[in-house]
């Protein structure tokens, strides 16, 4: 399982095909060249996923930003990395 203390140093890298933002943002990605739509905060986290910021930049960033709880943020991002990992959106690096 993967848990916030593990995932915090890691550094995310975007390596979807092709990205267009609209209100949302579209991702394109595998074989098939298959379809995903992210909401604002996903779409932020990709574009946040350059291998340079770890997670917890991202965390930091995003906290900044909404109105949420910490722990609430830590959930939604690890929900998150977890899907954009198993759709081949991003490749996490030390």
């Not at 933002?21 to 779409?43: F, H, Q, R, S, T």
Request: charged share 35%.
């Amino acid at each position: 399982m993967i848990t916030w203390d593990w995932i915090k140093r890691k550094k995310p890298v975007d390596i979807s095909l092709k990205k267009r933002l609209e209100e949302d943002i579209m991702v394109i990605y595998g074989k098939g060249m298959e379809i995903c739509y992210l909401n604002k905060v996903g779409g932020e986290i990709i574009s946040l996923s350059n291998g340079k910021n770890t997670i917890a930049d991202i965390f930091n960033m995003l906290l900044q930003t909404y109105d949420v709880s910490e722990n609430e943020l830590k959930e939604d991002i690890l929900l998150l990395i977890r899907e954009l990992q198993w759709k081949r959106f991003v490749r996490l690096e030390e």
